[in-house]
């Protein structure tokens, strides 16, 4: 016949298991902390790589060529996102004017004939979408008097500055002829 464990064995074994189920929580909870801190790396993984997605990038191009349907000064959003306009600066020979109008105002009036010239005037608020090139301040070429000083005008003593955001609330700013900013986007913060 099996002998009978004396209590002093029975009391090992039980304590034996206790101890073990009191390992296996502790894994279990160990195993639970790291899961939740490995979704939590994830989600801001995501975030970050949707916030990516949607880069708007603005850039100044001046059109020279008489073969184009229009001549002067574009920007163009050939970033992968829409961008949210912020603030526009405008100078003229260094004196700061608040709109494209007053620009025209400024310019020579020897440069271009009778055709109006065309603008395009952003508000704070306003989006450029991706892929987007909108004339800030055109005219056909056969309108431009003189070209040399017509180029002149643009290249010396018109200055654009705009800021911009992107749906994420990240923001920049890019410059047509200030030489820390002419044509990059300098991340900026306060808007």
Request: proline share 5%.
């Amino acid at each position: 016949m099996a002998e009978e464990p004396r209590p002093s064995e029975v009391a090992t074994v039980r304590e034996v298991e206790r101890r073990s189920w009191g390992l296996v929580a502790l894994a279990a909870f160990i195993l639970s902390i790291a899961g939740l801190g490995v979704s939590l790396w994830q989600g801001y993984l995501a975030y970050e790589s949707s916030r990516i997605s949607v880069l708007p990038r603005l850039t100044f191009d001046l059109v020279k060529s008489t073969q184009a349907k229009s001549v002067g000064l574009f920007v163009t959003n050939g970033g992968i996102g829409p961008a949210e306009i912020k603030e526009v600066v405008l100078t003229v020979k260094g004196k700061r004017v608040e709109k494209w109008s007053h620009v025209v105002r400024e310019m020579p009036t020897d440069l271009y004939g009778d055709q109006k010239l065309q603008w395009h005037q952003y508000d704070p608020g306003d989006l450029v979408p991706k892929d987007r090139r909108d004339s800030l301040l055109s005219t056909v070429p056969n309108n431009v008097k003189d070209l040399q000083a017509f180029w002149r005008f643009f290249e010396t003593d018109l200055e654009v500055l705009i800021v911009y955001c992107s749906v994420y609330g990240k923001c920049w700013k890019t410059c047509r002829l200030g030489p820390e900013c002419r044509n990059k986007a300098i991340e900026v913060s306060g808007y």
